[in-house]
Each structure stands twice: as C-alpha cells, then as structure tokens.
C-alpha cells in the first residue's frame, strides 16, 4: 500500500486520539502493512465486538454471512459447535444469538484460545473454549447431540500462500494454511461431524471459492449443498443429517 485511503485514516485518527498515540506512527504501521483492525485492536462480528490481535484471524464478512446462513437453519438449538473458533467469533455471536444454548468451540492453537476467552470474558457470555483438534477437545456426553456444527477453518493451499496479500500474510498461518491441497481441514470435518450431529442436525463449513465440488464430496452421509457468497462465489457446504 502507497497510501492510506482517507477512510482508513479517519479510523486511524480515531484510534490515535482515544489512545493518545501518534497519527504518522500509525500510518506508518498500517504502510508497513498491518492490517487495520490489528492496529484499532478490535472488529465488528454480526452482532458483537471483538478484540483481536496478531495471535488470530480478523474476522471476514463472509463469515458474517455464514452465522446469519446458520441462525436461520436452526431454531432454538440446545448444543452448538463451532470448530476452529479463532477470536470466538462464530461461537460468541452464536450464544449472543441463542442464548439458552450450550455452545463447545474449539481450536488448535493456544493462542487464538487465549483470545477466545478474553473476548468470552469481555462480553460476559459463557461459552466452553478448549484447545486441540477439531473435535477432540469436545466432552463425548455430546456426540450424536449436537443441533448445529459451525466452522470456518483454515482452507488456502501451500503453495497459495506466498500469492496472498500483504497484510492477510501478517494473520496466523495456522489460520490461512491448511496443507498441500487446501481440503485437508475441510475433509477431516466432513469425516466426522455425521457422529457428532443429532439427526436433523445442521452443519454449516466455510470453504475457498474453488472448492465447491471437492468440499461436497467430502461429507458422507450427509446430503450437503454449496452455497454462494454476496460476491456469488462458492463459500458454503450446508448439510443435514438424515
Ligand atoms: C480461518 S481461521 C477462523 C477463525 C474464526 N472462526 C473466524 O471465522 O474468524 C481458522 C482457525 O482454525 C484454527 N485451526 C487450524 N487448524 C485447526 C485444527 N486442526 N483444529 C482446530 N482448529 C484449527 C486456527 O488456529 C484458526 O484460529
């Protein structure tokens, strides 16, 4: 970036004058390519406020979309999952939206967990948070119970990597980077979440915009369509268990 467009210059004034730091480092910074949100320390989810920083992904509208795609699938669920969980993004908006829910969210890194809790804690919800594997942190008391399945997990190729932009460079690799293919992740959700899933249960997955047909078959037993974005890309396997 040559120059900071003027509405990211308002926000990085704003943030200087509440913090009592100096506007040019901070566009200094924001040059250097950190992204914005790292800089104010927080970003807007659905309906709640985050505090994020360089130990997580910045929540993406199309992860907005894919809580309101959720919200609407379900009514009143009583167990939610949300599988790499990141800042608690989906997990927090989820038990904001469905208060009487028991909502489990898990995540790899130790980090994101950290930040997890700190937001959990900052919005005064109570969500379990565990660090591990997708869903091996998870208690077995709710295997074959659970209503709705969320995850936006890591889905971008190895090899992409090196071609993304500068400032999603600077976000957790672990949150970006999958493995060679870019499915792994995706096909070890789709493996399990029939065992996890209530019949009639609902899963919900974020995927990469050129993984429609692959993400699709990865989900036996479960009947799952793939949904588009706002921008009309693929960026959604929905699946009910029968
Ligand atoms: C794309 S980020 C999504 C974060 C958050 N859900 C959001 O939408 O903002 C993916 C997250 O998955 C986590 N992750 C990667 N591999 C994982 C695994 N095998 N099990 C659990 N979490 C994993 C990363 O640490 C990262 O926080």
Redesign the pocket.
Known sequence: MDMVPDHELRRLEAVAGAKGWSVDDLVARRLDGEPLQYIEGSAQ?GPIELEVDER?????PE?ETLFEIASRMVRLPEVVV??????G??ALALKKQFPAASVFA????SD?IQVAKANMARLGEQVFLAE???FDPLPRSIKGEVDLVV?????VAEAEFASLPDDVKRE?R???V?GRSGLE?IE?IGASVRDWLRPGGVVVC?IGERQGVAAASSFPGIPVVVRQDLTGRDRFVIGVKP
């Open positions: 989810f997580v992904l910045i929540p993406r992860t949300d599988l790499c969980t990141g800042s993004a989906l898990t995540d790899i890194s994101a591990g594997n997708l995850a936006n997990p890591p889905y957790p672990v949150a970006l999958a992740v070890r974020e």
